[in-house]
């Protein structure tokens, strides 16, 4: 399943260099797609893995989207990776899905114990120190490496994260060289314009035209997305390396560097409130596709949330960082929104079918 060895790409700048690349092209409107910008030296041992994605069912509808989470080896990431990739074998066949191939990018460097269960292409992470302690950055850059190498049949390319439950069949929200993505309320390009605009010149238009969004959840064309990945990627570290960027934007940087990156190459987003919902704020799943667990969920047992307080009955996926979640977790008392239920019921029944799952 694994392939060794096909993919070798000689370094033509230093990561020094890579560093101090100039503003303008940074922004340019088609930068190169280069695999080898921040990676380790390369060399000739051909240690580079890389794992089939699933292969596209044949349909002729050209709207199938390829689905891609970007993830670490730590068992915090491989827990979510397992159940993300249950449910999305559930759906990927179901009527009114527009889902094709699958790949977790892996940016760890190295294989672990999941090629065999999930395809995966390996990619290489920043090298030390680059990202700060922010990991996140490995994200845009393990993506270059993806696009760069991987064989993708689908035209369009999914975005989506190891805490994603995907709740029904997922249709190609995009239209055309319009993407489709999430508006998250916490990114306000308006607010931090005076920041922004040195990543996005007032020659580039209104600062309007960056949408509230981040990498994932997103649709987008492929061949828009590789050329927005290697500016997201430039934008990351570029922002990262800015005091004044660093500290207004914190866990949210990379986030905002995908949707000022979209915005420099043209590509516009729709933006669907229902692609993704975020329990326990969001309160139904009936209208979305996407139950995002990035929240804890603490309640009484009465079902009253316990905003800032340990619950008295809680799920938080914060609290399985050293082990999995056990299969049978408890359903929430009463009273607790859908959402939750929904949540705890789709993860019982992942664990409950998941081969080897261990707790």
């Known amino acids: 399943m694994a392939f060794r060895g096909k993919y070798f790409f000689p370094i033509l700048m230093t990561l020094s260099l890579f560093l101090i690349i100039r503003y303008n092209y940074i922004v340019s409107d088609d930068p190169p797609l280069r695999q080898d910008l921040p990676g380790r030296g390369s060399s000739s041992s051909g240690d580079d893995v890389v794992v089939n994605p699933v292969k596209t069912r044949s349909k002729k509808s050209k ?13 915090y990431s491989t827990w979510q990776c397992r159940i993300m990739y249950y449910w999305y074998n559930r759906f990927r066949d179901e009527p009114g899905s527009d889902m094709g191939g699958y790949t977790r990018i892996l940016h760890s ?3 672990d114990g999941l090629m065999d269960e999930i395809p995966t292409f390996v990619a290489d992470p920043l090298p030390s120190g680059v990202d700060k302690g922010y990991v996140v950055l490995n994200r845009p850059w393990a993506f270059v490496q993806w696009l760069q190498q991987a064989h993708i049949e689908e035209d369009y390319i999914l975005m ?45 238009g209104l600062i309007s035209r960056i949408d509230p969004i981040g990498n994932s959840p997103v649709i987008v064309t492929k061949k828009s997305l590789m050329k927005i990945a290697p500016t997201w990627m430039n934008v990351s570290l570029a922002m990262k390396n800015d005091p ?21 190459h043209g590509v516009s987003n729709i933006l669907h409130k229902d692609f993704m919902i975020q329990p326990p704020w969001d309160p139904e799943t009936k209208n979305t596709y996407i139950i995002h667990y990035t929240y804890g969920c603490d309640f009484d047992m009465k079902g ?29 008392p009463r009273g607790v929104p859908e959402s939750v239920v929904t949540l705890v019921t789709m993860m019982n029944e992942a664990t409950a079918n998941i081969p080897n799952w261990e707790s």
Request: charged share 25%; aromatic share 14%; glycine share 6%.
């Open 109 to 111: 460097g190295r294989p």
């Open 304 to 332: 009253n949330m316990m905003i800032g307080k340990i619950g008295e009955w809680r799920f938080d996926k914060r609290s399985y960082g050293s082990k999995p979640p056990p299969r049978n977790l408890p359903l929430p």
């Open 244 to 264: 004044q960027t660093d500290k207004a934007f914190g866990w949210v940087l990379e986030m905002y560097a995908y949707a000022v990156s979209s915005a420099l």
């Open 63 to 75: 709207r199938l989207f390829h689905t891609a989470v970007t993830a670490t080896d730590s068992v």
């Open 160 to 204: 989506a994260e190891p805490d994603h439950i995907i709740v029904k069949p997922i249709p190609n929200l995009a239209r055309g060289n319009l993407a489709a993505a999430f508006p998250f309320f916490y990114i306000e390009p308006k607010k931090y314009e005076s920041v922004l605009r040195k990543f996005f010149p007032k020659e580039n």
